[in-house]
């Protein structure tokens, strides 16, 4: 009964805040992202970086209220590999850090590997990489499907794929 009052509550917040703000002939500002053209840049090079070394991954990248705003598919890519790369990307967004560095912190935070553990929309492993503008995360990109090679772990693979992608659109990022 409580949960109830208090999503009816939340509700009805919610759309007292959309009517003000429809009454103010204004939407909520967007947020802030790489600009589209950059966006599937990076995400086209992610892939085909991973592409030519014969992976077929995903390449998500979010904005920095970690709506997904690109997805880039290569042909053969499974569909573990979407979920994967979108998760990776809103874990990167989401803590302001790559996903490989909250795997090492993981080690030895035990509430943080809790509460990775128990969030199904975030996904702790490396691949995901945010995008910065100076000190300021503007979103994240994620990579998913390389698979393990002579013991490397796949995510390792989908970071360099991730890096790879940043590193061709960082220096026109705004």
Do not use: H, W, Y
Request: hydrophobic share 45%.
């Amino acid at each position: 009964m409580i949960k109830s009052l208090a999503m009816l509550g939340a509700l009805a917040l919610a759309a007292t805040s959309n009517a003000a703000l429809a009454q103010q002939g204004g939407q909520p500002p967007p947020a802030r992202g790489p600009q589209m053209a950059l966006a599937l840049e990076a995400a086209q090079t992610a892939v085909s970086t991973c592409t030519a070394r014969g992976d077929k991954v995903v390449a998500a990248i979010v904005d920095s209220a970690g709506v997904l705003r690109v997805l880039v598919s290569a042909d053969g890519a499974g569909a573990n590999s979407v979920e994967t790369s979108t998760k990776k990307a809103f874990t990167a967004n989401a803590f302001k850090t790559t996903t490989s560095d909250l795997v090492e912190k993981m080690k030895t935070d035990k509430a943080l590997e809790a509460k990775l553990d128990a969030d199904s929309s975030l996904r702790a492993r490396p691949g995901g990489l945010p995008i910065m503008v100076g000190n300021e995360v503007i979103g994240a990109i994620g990579v998913g499907g390389t698979p393990t090679r002579n013991g490397i772990a796949g995510g390792l693979g989908d970071e360099a794929c991730a890096k790879a992608g940043l590193d061709k659109i960082k220096d026109r990022l705004k």
